[in-house]
C-alpha cells in the first residue's frame, strides 16, 4: 500500500528565509505527487504537482519541488519565506493508474513564519 | 475560476442523527470524492465515485455511509446514523480523471454531540 511520511510536524523559519519541507513516499509503480497547502479553516489549495518529465516543478506562489526517485522523495522548497506562507503543507501520492487519483495524505507540517 | 462547492460550511448534530453533506463538483470532472480529517489528524479518503458508482471506498466507508449523485450536479455524502467519533472535517474533491489534479471544496466541519 502506499504511504506518505512528513517527517517534520512542525518547522518555523524567520520571514526571507529559504523553507524546506521534507516528503518520502512509498509505492511500488510510478507516482503522482503533490503538494496541497491549507490556511486555518481552509480547504486544501493545490501548491504543485509532478506526473512525468522534468523532476523540478514549479508550483504558485513560488514554490518548487523536486522529484527524487532514488531516494523517493519529493521535497518541497521555496527560496524566500513570507508571513502570509503559515499554513499547514501536506504531501500526497496517488496511484498512476490513469484513472481517478486517490490520494494518501502524509500528516501534514505546521509551518510557522517568524517576523 | 471553476471551484468545488460544499454546503453547509458547519454542522452540529446528536448522536444517532443522519446528517447529508452536499457537495457541487467541478462542471466537467467525472471523478468525485470524500475524504475526511478529524481534528489533528491527517487528511483520510472515504471513498471515490465514477460512472454513477462507487469505485473505491476505504475501511472507515462503512455501512453508516453513502454517496449519491441525485440530479447530476449535486454529489452527497450520508451518515446514517452519527457517531461522536464521526466528528470531522469532510471534504469534496473532483478531478478530470487521467494526469489531472483533484479540486478540494473549503470543507464541512460536522460537530457530532
Known amino acids: 500500500a502506499q504511504s506518505v511520511t512528513q517527517p517534520d510536524i512542525h518547522i518555523t523559519v524567520s520571514e526571507g528565509a529559504s523553507l524546506e519541507l521534507r516528503c518520502n513516499y512509498s509505492y511500488g509503480a510510478t507516482p503522482y505527487l503533490f503538494w496541497y497547502v491549507q490556511s486555518p479553516g481552509q480547504g486544501l489549495q493545490l501548491l504543485l504537482k509532478y506526473f512525468s518529465g522534468d523532476t523540478l516543478v514549479q508550483g504558485i506562489k513560488g514554490f518548487e519541488a523536486e522529484f527524487k526517485r532514488s531516494q523517493s522523495s519529493f521535497n518541497l522548497r521555496k527560496p524566500s519565506v513570507h508571513w502570509s506562507d503559515a499554513a499547514e503543507y501536506f504531501c500526497?501520492?496517488?496511484?498512476?493508474?490513469?484513472?481517478?487519483?486517490?490520494?494518501?495524505f502524509g500528516t501534514g507540517t505546521q509551518l510557522k513564519v517568524e517576523l | 475560476e471553476p471551484e468545488v462547492t460544499q454546503t453547509p460550511s458547519h454542522q452540529v448534530t446528536q448522536m444517532g442523527q443522519e446528517v447529508i453533506l452536499r457537495c457541487v463538483p467541478i462542471?466537467?470532472?467525472?471523478?468525485f470524492y470524500w475524504y475526511r480529517q478529524i481534528l489533528g489528524q491527517k487528511v483520510e479518503f472515504l471513498v471515490s465515485f465514477y460512472n454513477n458508482e462507487i469505485s473505491e471506498k476505504s475501511e472507515i466507508f462503512d455501512d453508516q455511509f453513502s454517496v449519491e449523485r441525485p440530479d447530476g450536479s449535486n454529489f452527497t455524502l450520508k451518515i446514517r446514523s452519527t457517531k461522536l467519533e464521526d466528528s470531522a472535517m469532510y471534504f469534496c474533491?473532483?478531478?478530470?480523471?487521467?494526469?489531472?489534479?483533484?479540486?478540494f471544496g473549503q470543507g464541512t466541519r460536522l460537530t457530532v454531540v
Open positions: 462542471s466537467n470532472h467525472l471523478y
Open positions: 500526497a501520492v496517488a496511484q498512476g493508474t490513469g484513472g481517478g487519483n486517490k490520494l494518501t
Open positions: 474533491a473532483s478531478s478530470g480523471g487521467g494526469h489531472t489534479e483533484a479540486f
